[in-house]
Nanobody
Framework: QVQLVESGGGLVQTGGSLRLSCAASGILVAFNAMGWYRQAPGKQRELVATITSSGSTNYADSVKGRFTISRNNAKNSVYLQMNSLKPEDTAVYFC?????WGQGTQVTVSS
């Protein structure tokens, strides 16, 4: 059974940084593609970033140059480093593996 547990969200001012963590169980992140998605109030869930088993990364245009996805195989975890945060980054952020989702972590950026 796959479980994904996100943490690290919070309230931050515009221009600030946060680091989200996703602890995985039931799969090995080293051998699987993982992703981060977000959903703002009243909007559809959207892709933020992905990392493949080979380490290739992909980002939504809106976060390129500001966000970095990474993983720690020893901790079986995936991370999302978010810098230069903007109010439009406010959303619930979800970790994803295929059809599996975590419970989400709230990120709020104040202007």
């Amino acid at each position: 059974q796959v479980q994904l547990v996100e943490s690290g969200g919070g309230l931050v001012q515009t221009g600030g940084s946060l680091r989200l963590s996703c602890a995985a169980s039931g799969i090995l992140v080293a051998f699987n593609a993982m992703g981060w998605y977000r959903q703002a109030p009243g909007k559809q869930r959207e892709l933020v970033a992905t990392i493949t088993s080979s380490g290739s990364t992909n980002y939504a245009d809106s976060v390129k140059g500001r966000f970095t996805i990474s993983r720690n195989n020893a901790k079986n975890s995936v991370y999302l480093q978010m810098n230069s945060l903007k109010p439009e980054d406010t959303a619930v952020y979800f970790c994803n593996y295929r059809a599996n989702w975590g419970q989400g972590t709230q990120v709020t950026v104040s202007s």
